[in-house]
C-alpha cells in the first residue's frame, strides 16, 4: 500500500503559469481533500470531494479548480498561478470521516 | 467563526519528562478532536481521536483529554524521547460536516 502520493514533490512557476497537482490514494476512501499550509497557519482547505463525482468549495478554494477524476485520483489546478499561492499543498482521503491520511506535500514556488 | 489556538513558541522538555501541550478553542462544540504528529518536511499523521462524550483517551505513552467545559484540549507525551521531536498539529470536527478545522501547530523539541 503506497497510501497517498503526490506530484510532483517542488515545482516552481512563473506568476500567470498554470500547473496540476496530481494525488492518488489506493486505499479506497471515499472523501478526499486539498490543503495549504503556510508558515504560522493551521491547514487550509481548499476543496474537497465527499465522494467519487462530487466536489465542494472549502476555506479558500479562489484561483483553484478540482477534478475528481474518479475513486482513486483527485487533482489540483492553478489557472494562472500568482505569488499569494507559494506554499505547501497536501491531499488527504478519509474513509471514515474521521482520521485522514496525508500525502507527502507539495512544495510551490512562485516567483 | 471557530478558532483554534495551540502554542506558537516552541516546548523544549527535557528526556524523560512529560510534555504537556494545549489546544483551545472558541465558539463551537466540536464532535471530536484529533492530534496529528507532523515532521519536517512530511504530511501530517494522525495520533488520537478523541469524542465529546470521552474524557481522557490513551495510546502507549500518548494521553488526550478532552474538556468541554473549559472548551480545551490536552496531549501528554510521558516519558519523552528525542524521536518524540515533532510539530503537534490539533484538529476539530463538527457534527455539521466532517471537515476538519486545524490548529497552527506546537513544535515540540526533546532534549536528551
Known amino acids: 500500500n503506497a497510501g497517498v502520493t503526490q506530484t510532483p514533490k517542488f515545482q516552481v512557476l512563473k506568476t500567470g503559469q498554470s500547473m496540476t497537482l496530481q494525488c492518488a490514494q489506493d486505499m479506497n476512501h471515499n472523501s478526499m481533500y486539498w490543503y495549504r499550509q503556510d508558515p504560522g497557519m493551521g491547514l487550509r482547505l481548499i476543496y474537497y470531494s465527499a465522494s467519487e463525482g462530487t466536489t465542494d468549495k472549502g476555506e479558500v478554494p479562489n484561483g483553484y479548480n478540482v477534478s475528481r477524476l474518479n475513486k482513486r485520483e483527485f487533482s489540483l489546478r492553478l489557472e494562472s498561478a500568482a505569488p499569494s499561492q507559494t506554499s505547501v499543498y497536501f491531499c488527504?482521503?478519509?474513509?471514515?470521516?474521521?482520521?485522514?491520511?496525508f500525502g507527502p506535500g507539495t512544495r510551490l514556488l512562485v516567483l | 467563526s471557530q478558532k483554534i489556538e495551540q502554542n506558537s513558541e516552541a516546548l523544549n522538555i527535557q528526556e524523560g519528562k512529560t510534555a504537556t501541550l494545549t489546544c483551545n478553542y472558541t465558539?463551537?462544540?466540536?464532535?471530536?478532536l484529533q492530534w496529528y504528529r507532523q515532521d519536517p518536511g512530511r504530511g501530517p499523521v494522525f495520533l488520537l481521536l478523541i469524542r465529546e462524550n470521552e474524557k481522557e483517551k490513551r495510546k502507549e505513552r500518548l494521553k488526550v483529554t478532552f474538556d468541554t467545559t473549559l472548551k480545551q484540549s490536552l496531549f501528554h507525551i510521558t516519558a519523552s524521547q528525542p524521536a518524540d521531536s515533532a510539530t503537534y498539529l490539533c484538529?476539530?470536527?463538527?457534527?455539521?460536516?466532517?471537515?476538519?478545522?486545524w490548529g497552527a501547530g506546537t513544535k515540540l523539541i526533546i532534549k536528551p
Open positions: 484538529a476539530l470536527t463538527m457534527d455539521s460536516n466532517y471537515q476538519l478545522i
Open positions: 488527504a482521503s478519509t474513509g471514515s470521516q474521521e482520521t485522514q491520511y
Open positions: 465558539n463551537y462544540s466540536p464532535a471530536y
